[in-house]
């Protein structure tokens, strides 16, 4: 897997999270897979000064955002925004999904695929080729649609950017899973695709000028429905299934919540920690996940 780079979007309010990530990338993934985490610009020296990202590469977001985007420097509404007179105001969220369809700009040419993962994951066994790839192909997550806000959105939106047949049914898939691999080849295509819908033929632009879109379900239909799944193989498992933390009470309730998703049979690489509701005052302490985290580590040594 020389050809495959780890890629993680975050920012400071994930910074504990993110070090234990790095933390089980170190215990459980190939030293020479590097990884790549993209920041906010002002918490650029935060995670680059920190020990825990010591031999992560730490990318400002701005690298791949039009030059034209400023810093707002007020919240409104409780988010954050990059303004610029060609486009309109541009959300966090928005930002970090153009991050990671860009990120092969800032990794060089070396780099074939990259692995996607949130900075709320984290490993709990050993990364195996046939993990990720498998007869030269990468893996890509499709299941049936049950529950992932803005589903119909998201398929509404993708629909514009690429030339799907119109009597083609895409609503009752999902491509939202941790990881997604984005293979070069299919990327550059994708963006030439959203490019061609762009007044000034940029694929920043068009998604700059999008309110809300799924970089993950865009990539997957594409990947899917345009490509034929060239570079890609499909599967219905989850590589991190969901541990929402919003609603565990207790170290022993997140040991228990862990136990139960590693199950035999298909064994995930690990967890993806999701804070469902960001506005919880409820959350399990940070260390009291950390904990845990080492626990099991150290059970299944």
């Known amino acids: ?16 999270e993110c070090a234990l990530l790095c933390e089980s990338i170190k215990r459980f993934v190939p030293g020479d ?40 420097p007020f919240k409104v509404l409780g988010h954050r925004y990059l303004v610029s007179p060609f486009t309109i105001p541009v959300r966090e969220w928005i930002v970090q999904q153009i991050c990671k369809l860009g990120a092969f700009e800032a990794l060089g040419s070396g780099i074939e695929a990259v692995m996607n993962i949130d900075s709320e994951c984290v490993f709990l066994r050993p990364l195996e080729s046939g993990d990720l790839i498998k007869d030269g192909k990468w893996i890509l ?24 047949p119109p009597h083609q049914d895409i609503i009752g898939d999902c491509y939202m899973s941790h990881p997604v691999v ?20 940029s694929w920043k632009h068009r998604l700059c000028n999008t309110y809300r879109f799924s970089e ?9 429905h345009v490509l034929g799944l060239k570079n890609h193989f499909l599967t219905d498992k989850h590589l991190f299934p ?17 136990r ?39 059970q299944r040594q």
Request: aromatic share 14%; proline share 5%.
């Open 1 to 16: 897997m020389e050809s495959l780079a780890i890629v993680t979007q975050s920012y400071r309010n994930d910074i504990h």
């Open 33 to 72: 897979i590097p990884h790549h985490i993209f920041v906010n610009d002002e918490d650029f020296r935060l995670f680059k000064e920190n020990p825990a990202f010591k031999g992560r590469h730490i990318h400002r977001k701005s690298e791949i955002m039009p030059w034209h985007h400023i810093q707002f």
């Open 141 to 164: 997550f499709k299941g049936p649609f049950i529950d992932e806000p803005c589903h119909d959105e998201y398929c509404r939106v993708a629909r514009r950017f690429m030339p799907l």
């Open 182 to 201: 984005f293979v070069r080849e299919n990327i550059e295509a994708l963006l030439q695709s959203i490019a061609s819908s762009s007044t000034f033929k």
């Open 216 to 224: 993950y379900y865009c990539y997957g239909l594409f990947s899917d």
């Open 242 to 258: 969901l541990v929402d933390i919003t609603h565990i009470n207790g170290k022993k309730a997140l040991m228990s919540e862990i």
């Open 260 to 298: 139960h998703k590693m199950t035999p049979g298909h064994t995930p690489l690990g967890v993806w920690l999701q804070k469902s509701n960001r506005n919880s005052a409820s959350y399990l302490p940070f260390n009291d996940i950390h904990d845990t985290i080492l626990e099991y580590w150290k």
